[in-house]
């Protein structure tokens, strides 16, 4: 022994093979390649090197237990079908022992676990890992530590088809830079797990750095937990088949920083979940993709919230050239004391329940629009919504024979065929009934009412008859009768218009009824989100007042999802919408 190595162990240029494992459990005991158990003397250093290596078929491959300190060097060490891959532990007493490792060209497949190092103290060699876990149904690394700081490099670092890394310590701080790495999972689980506590001021804090890597095929991506995260600056990365949550930032104190820069999501439960609970959050989102699914339980790009226990924490969003497409949120965020929000050639696309929800209790909230779009027609649960505008007068005058397909004189209603499937309230219509009362039905519900809800006569010249246009691209209704409730000296004409395209209008020439009540006019529609468009309500007339006016009312399939939500409860809001829809 030199210096403070008390003993060790070098294993090098070994094979080791044992025999298939069996298909299902239960798994025997059986070989393990490698054991070794050692106690510390003197406060010295138990080493342990393991250097080209080949595990095949073996129930274990490394068990190392050393009731000290250790120094472990894996290196080059390629594990093929084994049920535990490595269980590395130092501890002692009195809870200072430290494990050392230094882990480089390890590749490991078909495992049911990977590694596992647990000691009192763990360090690592900074240095860029270049491992490959494959085929790993349950952890593929795992670290566990009482007390320091544990730093892990990972470049060009490879993981298909494994459980994920989790490192966890009780008092200290984690450090994880991933860069040009993949980390692919077996569905469950999370790729990248870290939890870290703090007994004093200067521990507790996680620093995590992500560029160009790829998480994909898993639970969670990427999860921590920590009294305090330093800024986050995350480039060029995706996510990719993440069921559940792609990143969640659990943070107990201070403020913290999210910058994210090209970063791509696709079919992802929940994008980015930060809980703040005791800080500000500044939150910037440039150049990047949020795609969501509507994963039960989940289905927002970003679920942010920040608070403390003086209502004083505020919140910050920067939305930069960046599109958040599908789930039922786009981003949603809960704080007690406003912010400012600026969201910028931009788009929020498809989602069903809000685009951008933004709740503040105190404090004033801010908000520019600028140059984005907000439009929910490829949400899950789109519906049909119309708008409506008053457009150029126009009344289509045939007389009373000759030019209509065909004319009624008070006798119900008929059932006319369209040429052209009409989509009304997201159903589409091949018939129409035309009534004598002055509006259109499809069903019990999905009426088109151009006087409301009216009993009309008809004598003299008065008739409805209805006429296809010659290049089949409309239909037009006209009605020219008198209102039963106030005599056949007062005559009404107007027309509704049903057009291939789905829009509806109102033509209105003479109403004599001047002196009618206060209909309901317009559309009334059923299934959907059942909304009646009155126009009563809307502009507060009576159609009877609509002498010599046109209106136009234009489908979009749409949900609630188009929509902003800015409230603040005890504070001011300021909104700017500039070159937007």
Not at 192 to 200: E, K
Not at 284 to 305: H, K, M, P, R, T
Not at 376 to 400: I, M
């Amino acid at each position: 022994a030199e210096g403070d190595q008390i003993g060790g162990a070098s294993v090098t240029d070994t094979l080791v093979s044992g025999y298939p494992l069996p298909p299902t459990p239960p798994i025997q005991p059986g070989p393990v390649a490698f054991m070794i158990v050692g106690f510390e003397a003197n406060e010295g250093v138990i080493e342990v090197t393991f250097q080209n290596i080949v595990i095949e078929s073996m129930i274990a491959g490394f068990m190392v237990g050393i009731q000290g300190n250790l120094t472990l060097t894996l290196d080059t060490i390629t594990s093929n079908n084994t049920l535990i891959t490595g269980m590395f532990y130092a501890e002692n007493e009195v809870q200072n022992a430290v494990m050392s490792i230094n882990m480089v060209d390890v590749v490991i497949t078909n495992s049911s676990m990977g590694l596992m190092f647990g000691a009192d103290i763990i360090e690592i060699d900074p240095l860029a890992w270049n491992n490959v876990f494959q085929y790993i149904d349950g952890q593929a690394l795992m670290m566990s530590a009482h007390l320091g700081d544990i730093v892990i490099n990972m470049e060009n670092f490879m993981m298909e088809n494994g459980g994920g890394i989790s490192v966890y310590v009780d008092f200290g701080n984690i450090e994880v830079n991933v860069i040009d790495s993949v980390l692919g999972g077996s569905g469950s689980g999370a790729l990248l797990d870290l939890q870290v506590g703090s007994n004093t001021l200067s521990n507790g804090f996680i620093t995590l750095n992500i560029q160009n890597s790829t998480f994909k095929e898993a639970e969670f991506g990427i999860m921590t937990v920590s009294e305090e995260l330093s800024p986050i600056d995350m480039v060029g990365s995706q996510f990719i088949n993440i069921t559940a949550e792609a990143m969640n930032f659990d943070v107990r104190t201070n403020d913290v920083l999210i910058d994210l820069t090209e970063v791509v999501m696709s079919n992802c439960g929940a994008g980015l979940v930060v809980y703040a609970n005791d800080g500000d959050l500044v939150l910037n989102i440039v150049d990047s993709q949020f795609g969501i699914a509507q994963n039960e339980g989940y289905g927002y790009g970003a679920w942010l919230e920040v608070n403390s226990a003086t209502n004083s924490s505020t919140m910050d969003i920067l939305v930069n050239s960046s599109v958040f497409e599908g789930g039922y949120y786009g981003i949603y965020a809960i704080t007690p004391n406003g912010g400012d929000v600026l969201i910028q050639n931009s788009e929020f696309l498809g989602q069903s329940t809000r685009s951008f929800t933004f709740d503040s209790l105190f404090g004033d909230v801010n908000m520019s629009v600028l140059d984005s779009v907000f439009d929910g027609s490829t949400a899950e649960d789109s519906v049909t919504l119309y708008t409506v505008e008053q457009t150029e007068y126009e009344f289509l005058l045939y007389g009373r024979t000759g030019a209509w397909n065909a004319t009624y004189s008070s006798n119900g209603g008929v059932d006319v065929e369209l040429p052209f499937a009409f989509e009304y309230n997201g159903v589409e219509y091949t018939e129409v009934t035309f009534h004598e009362d002055g509006y259109l039905r499809f069903d019990s519900g999905n009426r088109i009412r151009p006087v409301g809800d009216v009993e009309l006569g008809y004598s003299g010249d008065h008739f409805y008859g209805y006429k296809v246009a010659d290049d089949l691209s409309y239909v037009l209704f006209n009605w020219y009768a008198y209102n039963a409730d106030t005599g056949t000296g007062e005559s009404n004409s107007f027309q509704v218009i049903l057009y291939a395209n789905g829009e509806i209008r109102f033509n209105y020439a003479y109403m004599d009824n001047w002196g009618a009540y206060n209909n309901f006019w317009g559309l009334r529609t059923s299934g959907g989100y059942g909304i009646d468009y009155n126009m009563y309500d809307l502009i507060g007339q009576s159609s009877w007042y609509m002498d010599l006016t046109s209106w136009v009312f234009t489908p979009h399939d749409m949900s609630e999802g188009s929509a902003i939500s800015v409230t603040s409860e005890f504070g001011d809001v300021s909104m700017v919408v500039d070159n937007s829809v």
